[in-house]
């Protein structure tokens, strides 16, 4: 057997293959923890914890009103256009005035809406970019766009739900799924169109993949660019009956010099649609659903609606 002209027996040819294989993969598989890794992994959900359940979080998410071209009336009444919750505004409040894209609040007389704790009476609340947040009481909003349409995102603070929040269920801490992964770049950051559960196609840049051994097999996986790590959305077997069907997101750490990472699927958490109905979550790729159960991290909610 020649190779680049050389003539090898057929013994060394396999020595070849299979020292070319082995350096392949010989840096994956479970990476060490340190000794505080249980405290490391607590501390992340309740960061976590924290997160979810902030003033302007999901938690608190109570709903997303869509806007028609022109005047919408809005307040706690329900022959208002926009119907904010029963008691936490007055019937009528003022109205959303949405003309080709810009939108202009007007608030009503003896109604106190506030920006940047001061008082306004109107305001562009949306000139194609800004996004001011406007308060009264418990409740907070701002403009959320989606393609050509315009609506008012509500979240309220009195939440008894949120408070209570303490997590969702999740599996057993196991060591064996914090893992060595190789990062391989594109040579130039790619631009990949994922779909999301709207049935909407977006794109997203992805700067490479991610490489992981799971009990001796090589799986790959697309990274997304994100700004404190590498976002990885995945699905795998446990999808069907223990975790959100549509699959689980992740955060890893940036490569290193020798584009080594930490895939930590103990981290592993549900997208904002596995517990809100108000929300546009991104879909793993077909690359990234895995023909293995991964048992390590969130299960799917309980007692939370999601799409």
């Known amino acids: 057997?020649?190779?680049?002209?050389?003539?090898?027996?057929?013994?060394?040819?396999?020595?070849?293959?299979?020292?070319?294989?082995?350096?392949e993969t010989d840096q994956l598989g479970p990476a060490p923890v340190s000794v505080d890794y249980e405290n490391q992994i607590n501390e992340w959900k309740e960061y976590r914890i924290d997160v979810l359940t902030g003033p302007t979080n999901w938690l608190r998410l109570h709903g997303i009103y869509w806007l028609a071209e022109g005047k919408n009336t809005?307040?706690?009444?329900?022959?208002?256009?926009?119907?904010?919750?029963?008691?936490?505004?007055?019937?009528?409040?003022?109205?959303f005035l949405l003309d080709d894209g810009i939108i202009t609040m007007r608030v009503a007389d003896e109604v106190t809406i506030t920006h940047e704790s001061e008082s306004v009476n109107e305001m562009v609340i949306f000139d194609g970019e800004n996004r001011p947040h406007l308060e009264h009481g418990d409740l907070e909003w701002f403009v959320d766009t989606r393609g050509n349409s315009h609506g008012?995102?509500?979240?309220?603070?009195?939440?008894?739900?949120?408070?209570?929040?303490?997590?969702?269920?999740?599996?057993?801490?196991?060591v064996e799924w914090h893992l060595h992964a190789r990062f391989v770049p594109n040579?130039?950051?790619?631009?990949?169109?994922?779909?999301?559960?709207?049935?909407?196609?977006?794109?997203?840049?992805?700067?490479?993949?991610?490489?992981f051994l799971i009990d001796g097999t090589l799986y790959s996986v697309i990274a997304l660019e994100a700004n404190s790590g590498l976002f990885i959305m995945f699905a795998d077997e446990t999808n069907r009956t223990e975790t959100y069907h549509a699959g689980?997101?992740?955060?890893?750490?940036?490569?290193?010099?020798?584009?080594?990472?930490?895939?930590?699927?103990?981290?592993?958490?549900?997208?904002?649609?596995?517990?809100?109905?108000?929300?546009?979550?991104?879909?793993?790729?077909?690359q990234n659903r895995l023909e293995v159960p991964i048992e390590a991290g969130e299960k799917r909610p309980i007692g939370w609606d999601g799409i």
């Open 1 to 23: 057997m020649r190779i680049n002209g050389i003539k090898y027996p057929v013994v060394c040819l396999f020595l070849i293959v299979l020292f070319c294989s082995c350096t």
């Open 74 to 95: 809005f307040g706690s009444g329900n022959e208002q256009d926009v119907t904010f919750p029963e008691g936490t505004i007055p019937n009528y409040a003022g109205s």
């Open 152 to 174: 008012i995102r509500l979240y309220n603070k009195d939440n008894p739900k949120a408070d209570a929040f303490e997590g969702f269920p999740a599996y057993p801490l196991n």
């Open 187 to 211: 040579q130039d950051s790619l631009s990949i169109t994922v779909d999301n559960v709207l049935g909407e196609e977006v794109e997203r840049t992805s700067p490479g993949n991610i490489e």
């Open 248 to 286: 689980r997101y992740m955060i890893i750490p940036f490569p290193d010099e020798n584009n080594m990472t930490i895939l930590d699927f103990n981290k592993a958490y549900n997208p904002p649609c596995a517990f809100n109905q108000f929300t546009t979550c991104l879909l793993p790729p077909s």
